[in-house]
């Protein structure tokens, strides 16, 4: 992050490069947000957002370069560390534990680390999401919203400063996206916490996104407003050499 910046910013990496199965799937790499901030990131199949979601949570180490977290290096702390220092993750597959009750999977997540959390803890995360499934239901009964909700109503229950949300509206239906763009929303807006997501669906970066980043084939292209972006030749060109025409519009 450069220096003269970086007191205000929360979170970030710097010249982030991976390698995977002998390719190297990120190059340089550099992105930051401040405090109740979102940055939407798009970019063709396989332009690697996943992978830089890997890094910035902990799941993978790179090969080079820093993940910063209120000014500390986190590049070497594990994930479930950084969990605990407040970065949340949400996944494109919204996969709750099959074999628990709503109630269970909140005692669980309550129970992850210590020191464990309250009932109260878990009953703010599941209010700030308006999650209202009884505590007896099996979780295999839930619909993909519910699943969403109740998966981010436990990340919200240890209070994160940010949240990084990979396709946080994949398989939801309009009106339901429409639930999860107000969240998103109150979570930076009103609750402060930064965002960064992950998306295909423009219309939902125009809602949410303060700033889009651009990626392709590893590397970041644009970045500024969705306008900016969206009217760059670069991002135009790296729709149009991968994806049918139309997509991006
Ligand atoms: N474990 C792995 N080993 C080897 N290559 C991998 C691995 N994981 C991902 N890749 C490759 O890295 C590139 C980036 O993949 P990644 O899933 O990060 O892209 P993406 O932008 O998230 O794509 P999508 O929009 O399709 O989810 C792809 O070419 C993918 O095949």
């Not at 490069?17 to 199949?45: C, F, M, T, W, Y």
């Not at 950084?82 to 074999?99: H, K, N, S």
Request: hydrophobic share 40%; with cysteine; charged share 25%.
């Amino acid at each position: 992050m450069p220096t003269n910046t970086s007191s205000v910013a929360l979170f970030g990496c710097r010249d982030i490069a991976l390698d995977l199965g002998g390719r190297q799937i990120l190059h340089n790499i550099s992105l930051q947000v401040s405090r109740g901030e979102v940055l939407g990131i798009i970019g063709p199949n396989g332009a690697g957002k996943t992978s830089l979601f890997e890094v910035l949570s902990g799941r993978i180490r790179p090969k080079r370069g820093q993940v910063e977290f209120e000014g500390r290096d986190v590049t070497t702390l594990p994930l479930h560390q950084r969990a605990r220092l407040g970065i949340g993750r949400t996944f494109q597959t919204p996969v709750v534990p099959d074999e628990l009750t709503v109630g269970e999977t909140f005692k669980a997540a309550r129970q992850a680390y210590k020191p464990y959390l309250t009932r109260f803890d878990a009953e703010y995360g599941a209010e700030v999401v308006s999650f209202k499934v009884a505590p007896d239901v099996p979780t295999v009964k839930l619909d993909a919203l519910d699943r969403r909700k109740l998966l981010l109503a436990c990340l919200l229950m240890r209070r994160p400063k940010i949240l990084l949300m990979d396709e946080p509206a994949a398989g939801l239906i309009n009106s339901e996206v429409d639930e999860i763009d107000q969240h998103i929303r109150l979570l930076s807006k009103d609750m402060n916490i930064s965002v960064i997501i992950v998306e295909h669906r423009i219309e939902l970066l125009e809602t949410i996104a303060d700033r889009v980043m651009v990626m392709d084939a590893g590397e970041t292209i644009s970045e500024g407003s969705l306008a900016h972006v969206l009217s760059d030749p670069k991002v135009h060109a790296a729709y149009f050499e991968n994806v049918v025409e139309g997509a991006l519009r």
